[in-house]
């Protein structure tokens, strides 16, 4: 087949087609795979909550990842332009509204666990992570670890500071320059640290043990709070819900093959949470790090550099492990960044530069507030949440689910009839079972069951 030559609008676009992939595939995996999903996992009872993730992942996430990739390459347009496109003169275009402040809403926390990361690289690099781990009890070394990066107001703001500068970085760089070209080097990196890691856990003594606490279903453990988490994180590791993946789908060259970038990114983002389960879990067991209290947020800075310590070499593996979490939040920050970022080059006529600028100085106040809730404002609760918990909570579990839910019935029922099977199917061009299944999904099944899951979990 010919290389395309021309394109019809001026409208950027990914270099290659490795790249778009990289560059979607950065999106999803994610704090959300790394940090967030074995949280969860251990909160909603281990293999229960996977098997329901994987479940809502397939069933539901596929058809609202196509819809949103539809959206974004039928109309080339960011999150809100996107919706005035076919309907210019209705409020459609609220949607793309509630997808931005979900946006901001995602990275004034996101932010937050990423300058975590960029810390405990900075501290394992230069080793001080494992200074004096001998000295004392180790099962109270990393928590006395963590209340000491993570409790301390001056280097909460500093790594937040780090962290707004990295990503603004990535985002001036565009998107083949920035997003796209770091997205190419790093994902390969974060998949073979992962797979190391993933060896070395493995091959632990009575590492079997957590693989069985990890895969096997405990169907009694299933109830409505453990599904309404698992959609929440189905959602979350997708990069779904608010409009992340239209935009990046407004950088899809006409001919992307959406049904296949679709599967890719699920898979990978599946293969790399049951991965890191499959470096969690099984060390947790064979070091007996299971008897005392596990809490899940902080499984992957206190429990993980516990184990480190105990394998030859600990500063190998926690450097490993944090450029690998380092890479999965950055590429995954930039896309959650770029929806607001996209709206205001696009739809407001802003220069690049100034739409960085714009989004992410302000935020990164947000950040520095929404930090201290590990700090000086922890008694600030509101429902017995911190802002922190608060901003997590409400995006993902609530915000996320309830916007793909209005995408899906828009991309169904509003748009026109065949819309959504002509960019699946690339006018016919493809013949995708995919794309058939998915028209009636998209229609009936997703909105349906979200709708069913938010209510029960909202009672
Ligand atoms: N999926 C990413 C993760 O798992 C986070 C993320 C990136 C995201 N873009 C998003 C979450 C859009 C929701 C919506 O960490």
């Known amino acids: 087949m010919p290389e395309k030559i021309y394109t019809m609008s001026s409208k950027t676009e990914f270099a290659s087609k490795l790249g778009l992939i990289a560059a979607t595939v950065g999106s999803a995996v994610g704090l959300g795979n790394i940090w967030r999903f074995p949280a969860q996992t251990q ?41 005035k ?45 494992f200074d004096g781990v001998g000295t004392t009890h180790k099962e109270t070394f990393f928590t006395g670890k963590m209340a000491e990066y993570i409790n301390t107001d001056s280097r909460l703001i500093i790594f937040v500071i780090v962290c707004v500068a990295v990503n603004a970085l990535v985002l001036l760089g565009g998107v083949q320059k920035g997003i796209e070209r770091l997205s190419n080097w790093l994902m390969p990196v974060l998949f073979v ?31 409505a709070e453990v599904v309404f988490g698992a959609l929440g994180q189905a959602f979350f590791s997708l990069s779904l819900g608010i409009l992340c993946l239209v935009t990046y789908a407004s950088y899809y060259p006409k001919d992307t093959k959406m049904p296949q970038v679709s599967m890719i990114v699920v898979l990978s983002s599946v293969l790399v949470a049951v991965m890191v389960g499959l470096v969690i879990f099984p060390a947790v067991k064979s070091f007996g790090l299971d008897s005392g209290s596990l809490e899940g947020a902080t499984l992957v800075f206190v429990t993980l550099p516990d184990i480190f310590s105990r394998l030859p070499f600990p500063q190998l593996w926690a450097v490993l492990f944090f450029v690998l979490l380092a890479v999965a ?22 220069s690049r530069t100034k739409a ?48 793909s839910l209005l995408v899906c019935i828009y991309v169904g029922w509003v748009l026109p009839k065949n819309f ?25 099944f997703v909105p349906f069951l979200t709708a069913i899951v938010l209510v029960y979990g909202l009672l």
Not at 333 to 343: G, L, N, R, Y
Request: one cysteine or more.
């Open 43 to 83: 909160e909603g009872g281990g293999s229960a909550f996977l098997l329901l993730y994987m479940a809502c992942v397939f069933l539901l996430g596929i058809p609202a990842m196509l819809a949103e990739f539809s959206l974004g390459r039928g109309t080339k347009s960011d999150a809100i332009s996107s919706f």
């Open 85 to 129: 496109v076919y309907t210019p003169k209705r409020p459609w275009w609220l949607v793309g509204y509630l997808g931005v402040v979900a946006s901001l809403a995602i990275i004034a926390f996101y932010t937050v666990v990423e300058g975590w990361t960029l810390e405990y690289l900075y501290e394992s690099i230069t080793g001080n992570l």
């Open 193 to 223: 640290f992962l797979l190391i890691l993933m060896c070395v856990s493995l091959s632990l003594p009575n590492a079997i043990e957590g693989v069985v606490y990890f895969l096997q279903p405990d169907f009694s453990k299933i109830n």
């Open 329 to 350: 939040a950055i590429t995954s920050c930039v896309s959650i960044a770029e929806v607001p970022i996209a709206v205001l080059q696009d739809h407001f006529k802003m």
């Open 356 to 403: 960085v600028l714009i989004v992410l100085i302000p935020m990164m106040f947000v950040s520095m507030v929404t930090a201290l809730s590990f700090g000086s404002l922890s008694d600030l609760t509101f429902f017995g949440m911190t802002l922190f918990d608060i901003f997590d909570f409400v995006s993902a579990n609530i915000l996320l689910p309830f916007i």
């Open 420 to 444: 959504f099977k002509d960019e699946v199917s690339n006018h016919g061009m493809l013949r995708t079972p995919l794309g058939n299944i998915s028209v009636c999904l998209v229609r009936y």
